[in-house]
């Protein structure tokens, strides 16, 4: 039997910035699994969390991470480039820069290869990519390995650069 008291001001923010940020990881989630067409491995959990101040209520915190199994890399840069000239994320998509990289993920992810999310600096991006970007706003693009190599690709024009080796 929980001990009702009085909540502090400190308490009762502390509890709803717990409970936004409860409420802010569920719609996340839901978010990535709309997006992604991987099914993801559920991890459900419920915590009490008294909303006001005298009253307790169960709430369900539903965390989704996806799992990616048995994805290869691209065997090779004329695979990465037939795979870019044929997907359509660059031309269908619709939203801002994180929307992209996400959908070009999933769109490799479906044929079994693994391409991933990569967020960078318009310092960095601006030595790579033709288009500039200006400010201080990060980016998101995506990153493949070939091989010993590290390609960024921008899956808003399909343009991509090696830009490192791992050895």
Not at 66 to 90: G, H, W
Not at 95 to 101: E, F, H, Q, S, T
Request: with cysteine.
């Amino acid at each position: 039997m929980l001990k009702r008291r009085k909540m502090t001001k400190l308490e009762l923010s502390i509890l709803l910035i717990s409970f936004t940020t409860i409420m802010a990881l569920g719609m996340l989630a839901g978010y990535i699994h709309a997006t992604n067409t991987i099914q993801p491995v559920i991890i459900q959990e419920t915590r009490t969390v008294e909303v006001t101040k005298y009253i307790t209520q169960e709430v369900p915190v539903v965390l989704e991470k996806i799992v990616y199994k048995d994805l290869e890399p691209f065997d090779s840069e004329l695979e990465l480039a037939n795979f870019l000239r044929d997907d359509q994320t660059n031309t269908a998509t619709t939203g801002d820069c994180d929307d992209y990289a996400l959908t070009l993920q999933s769109q490799a992810a479906k044929i079994g290869k693994r391409m991933d999310f990569y967020v960078t600096i318009p310092a960095d991006y601006n030595k790579w990519f033709e288009e500039r970007l200006t400010g201080t706003e990060h980016h998101a693009i995506n990153l493949a390995i070939i091989g010993n190599k590290i390609y960024l690709i921008e899956p808003q024009t399909d343009e991509w650069h090696w830009v490192y080796n791992l050895d």
